[in-house]
Every structure is written in structure tokens, then in C-alpha cells.
T-cell receptor
Framework: QKEVEQNSGPLSVPEGAIASLNCTYSDRVSQSFFWYRQYSGKSPELIMSIYSNGDKEDGRFTAQLNKASQYVSLLIRDSQPSDSATYLCAVNKDQGAQKLVFGQGTRLTINP | GAGVSQSPSNKVTEKGKDVELRCDPISGHTALYWYRQSLGQGLEFLIYFQGNSAPDKSGLPSDRFSAERTGGSVSTLTIQRTQQEDSAVYLC????????????????FGPGTRLTVL
């Protein structure tokens, strides 16, 4: 079992709809959770972080964390073609050092 | 301000040769990380430096891989006797170290070095 698992996709969503990206993790003591966006040929950029159970909203993005189910998700509302990218889920297992464990990423395509 | 920079952006080498990859972190960031990303895969942690502490080398895949960080700033990742399976994009990231909590802040990534071993 991989430590952080994501559906590799591709996930196709029509423009204006809600894109839902999911991630599960195996280490129950994981403390911090991140979503990075990576455009093709570019480096990852942080879009959301979440540390406690529940929802965290930032503009069109909402991160959801359920530690009991070891599940974290990212919702993108009003999807735009510019949201087309690979979304990487990352989990911090260690106290102190932010040594992130990444999933393989989900490729998202927003269709105009 | 200036972000994380890496050089070279692309490196093609022959199997068995040694390569050096350079990372220049954001000024003031004391934490520095190296990751490897193979085609279509997520990021694989390689090594972590924080200030003058001993680096966390737990992600280095073999003893052919080594890294150093001079003067708490620039870092060099060295791969000796390269193999074809070493072909990947090598990403460097840096972050602030939050002394109060003993943790690090958001990691900012450089543009990466694409290594191709023929």
C-alpha cells in the first residue's frame, strides 16, 4: 500500500462545474496536509494546506480533511480551463521537519 | 523577490559519468530539500538540510547519491556513476524554519533540473 494514494486520472470536468480531487493516506499519525498544483513542465506550487478536521476555504478552492477516515480532498468550484494541471497531495508525517510524502498526482482537465 | 533557482535546467550525460546539480534557495530560508520526480510520478523525497544540523539523508536511494550545503545556503546534489534509472527531474525546495514550533513553513520549489542518462 502506498503511503499517499491518488487516482492518477485523467479527470475531465466541464468548465464551470465542480472538480473533486481525492487523496488517502496510510499513516494515522500524519499531521499536516497539502495540495500542490503542477502545470506540465513546471514545478509544484502550493495552493492549500489543512491541519485540522473539517473544511478550509480559499477562494474557489476548498480542502476537506477527515482524519478518522484518513482522507483529504480538494474541491475546485467554477472550474476554469486554467485549472487544468496535475494536483499533488502531500502529507507531513514527521514532527518538526516538514518532510513531505507525495501522492503520484491526479491529472485534471477542464473542458471549455 | 528571487525564488529558488537551480542549474543546469537540463543535463544529458552518459551512463557511468558523475553529475552535479546546484540549488540556490530563497534568501533567509534555512531549510532546503531535494526531491526527485520520475515521469508521471509524484515527488520522491531525497534529503533535507536545516541550518547546521546533520542532514536527513533517509530518502537517498543509494550511496551513489550525496548532497552538501555550504555556508547554509547553496546546495549541490551529486550523483556518481549515473545509471539510466537516475533519469528524472530533480527538484529543490526551500522554506523558513519556525524555531518556536520546531517545524518548517511552506516549501517553495525551484524550476528543477531535468537529468537524462543515456
Amino acid at each position: 500500500q502506498k503511503e499517499v494514494e491518488q487516482n492518477s486520472g485523467p479527470l475531465s470536468v466541464p468548465e464551470g462545474a465542480i472538480a473533486s480531487l481525492n487523496c488517502t493516506y496510510s499513516d494515522r499519525v500524519s499531521q499536516s496536509f497539502f495540495w500542490y498544483r503542477q502545470y506540465s513542465g513546471k514545478s509544484p506550487e502550493l495552493i492549500m494546506s489543512i491541519y485540522s478536521n473539517g473544511d478550509k476555504e480559499d477562494g474557489r478552492f476548498t480542502a476537506q480533511l477527515n482524519k478518522a477516515s484518513q482522507y483529504v480532498s480538494l474541491l475546485i468550484r467554477d472550474s476554469q480551463p486554467s485549472d487544468s494541471a496535475t494536483y499533488l497531495c502531500a502529507v507531513n508525517k514527521d514532527q518538526g521537519a516538514q518532510k513531505l510524502v507525495f501522492g503520484q498526482g491526479t491529472r485534471l482537465t477542464i473542458n471549455p | 523577490g528571487a525564488g529558488v533557482s537551480q542549474s543546469p535546467s537540463n543535463k544529458v550525460t552518459e551512463k557511468g559519468k558523475d553529475v552535479e546539480l546546484r540549488c540556490d534557495p530563497i534568501s533567509g530560508h534555512t531549510a532546503l530539500y531535494w526531491y526527485r520526480q520520475s515521469l508521471g510520478q509524484g515527488l520522491e523525497f531525497l534529503i533535507y538540510f536545516q541550518g547546521n544540523s546533520a542532514p536527513d539523508k533517509s530518502g537517498l536511494p543509494s550511496d551513489r547519491f550525496s548532497a552538501e550545503r555550504t555556508g547554509g545556503s547553496v546546495s549541490t546534489l551529486t550523483i556518481q556513476r549515473t545509471q539510466q534509472e537516475d533519469s528524472a527531474v530533480y527538484l529543490c525546495a526551500s522554506s523558513l524554519f519556525l524555531a518556536g514550533s520546531g517545524s518548517t513553513d511552506t516549501q517553495y520549489f525551484g524550476p528543477g533540473t531535468r537529468l537524462t542518462v543515456l
